[in-house]
């Protein structure tokens, strides 16, 4: 396949992300390094991706933790089962375990990646805030950024599951000692935008992560999150 040609642009991006984010599968990853040794549109593309990544990148060897490393850590942060000795099941959201350890958590991860911006075509902006959006294997599924001074929250989706027909993804702030509100549904892969209702230093200003659940089409009818959540992230700012 030529991904130099002019009608093929966002297969490039997607090929190019995933590979700087180390998503692609070992097969692809050497076809595509293959094909950016003589292709230089290629390999630019590889080199934008690559620059839009935090320095610290560089030092994290990659590493995908087993199943039992993931389930050990849920239930540390509660959100696997209800507290023990609690005798109350309460939403994962509300628990006092899961906020403890939370930020930690999560800023260890989007720092690992070290996402500043995965816009096409742009520099990296001097005050981007992010969400790197992680699944159960901790491996990034989708990355969420925003202007400071804009009103547009974008999400890319970089290694998320396929959406089941008849479902939607739904992206959710998680305010502090309050319900999770929604965002609105997002697309299942590529790029989808989200209308914030005013800039994020005041959208997010009680809100420390956002998180991703498989509702039914259109989005959960009550308001609050009824599916599975598959993605969680904490909002980095970097200003």
Same mark, same amino acid.
């Given at each position: 396949?030529?991904?130099?040609?002019?009608?093929?642009?966002?297969?490039?991006?997607?090929?190019?992300?995933?590979?700087?984010?180390?998503?692609?599968?070992?097969?692809?990853?050497?076809?595509?390094?293959?094909?950016?040794?003589?292709?230089?549109?290629?390999?630019? %593309? =590889?080199?934008?991706?690559?620059m839009?990544?935090?320095?610290?990148?560089?030092?994290?060897?990659?590493?995908?933790? *087993?199943?039992?490393?993931?389930?050990?850590?849920?239930?540390?942060? !509660? =959100? /696997?089962?209800?507290?023990?000795?609690? /005798?109350?099941?309460?939403?994962?959201?509300?628990?006092?375990?899961?906020?403890?350890?939370?930020?930690l958590?999560?800023?260890?991860?989007?720092?690992?990646?070290?996402?500043?911006?995965?816009?096409? &075509?742009?520099?990296?902006?001097?005050?981007?805030?992010?969400?790197?959006?992680? &699944?159960?294997?901790?491996? *990034?599924?989708?990355? %969420?950024?925003?202007?400071? /001074?804009?009103?547009?929250?974008?999400?890319?989706?970089? !290694?998320?599951?396929?959406?089941?027909? &008849?479902?939607?993804?739904?992206?959710?702030?998680? *305010?502090?000692?309050?319900?999770?509100?929604?965002?609105?549904? =997002?697309? /299942?892969?590529g790029v989808?935008?989200?209308?914030?209702?005013?800039?994020?230093?005041?959208?997010?200003?009680?809100?420390?992560?956002?998180?991703?659940?498989?509702?039914?089409?259109?989005?959960?009818?009550? !308001? %609050? *999150?009824?599916?599975?959540?598959?993605?969680? !992230?904490?909002?980095?700012?970097?200003?």
């Amino acid at each position: 396949m030529n991904l130099s040609r002019p009608d093929r642009p966002q297969r490039l991006d997607a090929l190019a992300s995933a590979y700087a984010l180390g998503t692609l599968s070992p097969r692809a990853r050497l076809r595509l390094a293959r094909v950016a040794r003589v292709d230089a549109t290629v390999a630019a %593309a =590889i080199h934008d991706w690559e620059m839009r990544l935090a320095t610290l990148s560089e030092g994290v060897a990659p590493i995908t933790p *087993p199943p039992r490393v993931w389930t050990a850590i849920a239930d540390r942060l !509660g =959100i /696997g089962a209800a507290t023990a000795g609690s /005798g109350v099941d309460l939403p994962w959201w509300a628990r006092v375990a899961f906020w403890r350890s939370f930020a930690l958590t999560s800023f260890a991860l989007a720092m690992a990646f070290g996402v500043t911006l995965f816009t096409p &075509g742009t520099r990296a902006p001097e005050q981007p805030i992010v969400a790197v959006l992680a &699944g159960p294997d901790a491996k *990034p599924a989708l990355i %969420a950024t925003m202007l400071r /001074g804009e009103r547009t929250l974008t999400v890319k989706v970089v !290694g998320a599951a396929t959406v089941p027909a &008849g479902k939607s993804l739904e992206l959710w702030m998680l *305010p502090k000692d309050l319900p999770p509100k929604s965002l609105g549904v =997002i697309p /299942g892969s590529g790029v989808g935008r989200v209308a914030l209702p005013a800039p994020p230093d005041v959208v997010l200003a009680n809100v420390p992560a956002l998180a991703v659940s498989l509702e039914v089409a259109g989005g959960s009818p009550t !308001g %609050a *999150p009824q599916g599975p959540v598959l993605y969680t !992230g904490a909002v980095e700012r970097f200003y």
